[in-house]
């Protein structure tokens, strides 16, 4: 009898979800629009531990950090906020779609794996390894939603995770390492270098892995390189998406994606703010390029 009353619960339920993290950059108006579940990461500062987004602002990070020089760090969700999550997701449906930062940034994923061994969820929790950062993992849950409203299968969606994965680039800029090198995201030689010239550093994502690729002599100088090289590598492909991601940058964004949507064919465009655990680690000044070709079934979940 047992059984059967489970079964008919199972048939009940939903089919598939996405659920992301909160440095995913996944904005608001996407994660209601499509059902998309955000796990906070938390940000540490003065022996206090902050929801990212929820506890404490970007506004705030930046102002502690010029006035105070504040040094934040940040740390991972633990397996029980995944565990609280997943467990009320799949009262509801079949599967999840678990998509994170990068596993050479953080240990997201680990606690996501961690919180699927305790809940013996099996094949009902599909982690993905992002491998990247920022609107690239958001990019990423973006199109599992759109793709789970069309009902794609799940190997579909996960064909096409994969797909993104290996075609995403992102090219940054910053007005100072010194965040990034005391979280560890970058070499202290790179830091002191760009600090002692008062250059500007080109910033990208390889493998999963934050690196200097290049230099520029200004800040404007530093924003035309980052355009050119997203241009240049992108400007043969029939679609792309791409997204500006920035910290207190709104104006310098909008001029960087003017000049992309002049030049490359966009089925999907998105400028936002970087969310507060990116911004404690980057500072203000920050503004990335993020941007994948895409093939006619991602395209088409756009138009």
Partial sequence: MMSKVLKE???????????TDSASDVPKEYVKKLNISIVPLYILYNGN????????????????????????TSSSPSP???IKVYKMLLE????????????????????????????KAGKRILIFDSLSATVGTGFMSIVAAKAIAEKYSLEKI??????????????GTIDTLKYLRRSGRVTGVASVVTSALKIKPILGINDGIVGMWGIAITRWGSLIEI?????????NEKWVVV??????ALD????????????????????????????????????????????????????
């Fill in 252 to 303: 310098e964004s909008k001029k960087v994606m003017e000049k992309i949507q002049a030049s490359l064919n966009c089925v999907d465009s998105i400028i936002t703010e970087c969310t507060p655990v990116v911004g404690a680690h980057t500072g203000p000044g920050l503004v990335g390029i993020i941007i994948s070709k895409v093939n006619r079934d991602i395209a088409e979940l756009f138009i």
């Fill in 243 to 248: 997204a500006i991601i920035h910290s207190l």
């Fill in 158 to 171: 996960k064909s096409i995770l994969k797909f993104i994965r290996k075609n995403i680039r992102l090219y």
């Fill in 80 to 82: 029980y906020d995944f």
């Fill in 92 to 119: 509801k449906y079949n599967t999840i779609i678990s998509i994170h930062l990068s596993s050479k940034l953080s240990a997201v994923i680990k606690s996501a794996n961690i919180a699927k061994d305790l809940l």
């Fill in 227 to 235: 355009t050119k090289r997203a241009i240049k590598n992108f400007r």
């Fill in 9 to 19: 619960k199972s048939k009940r339920k939903k089919g598939l979800v996405v659920v």
């Fill in 49 to 72: 531990e902050y929801r990212d987004g929820i506890d404490i602002s970007s506004e705030q990070i930046y102002s502690l950090q010029k006035e105070k020089k504040a040094i934040f």
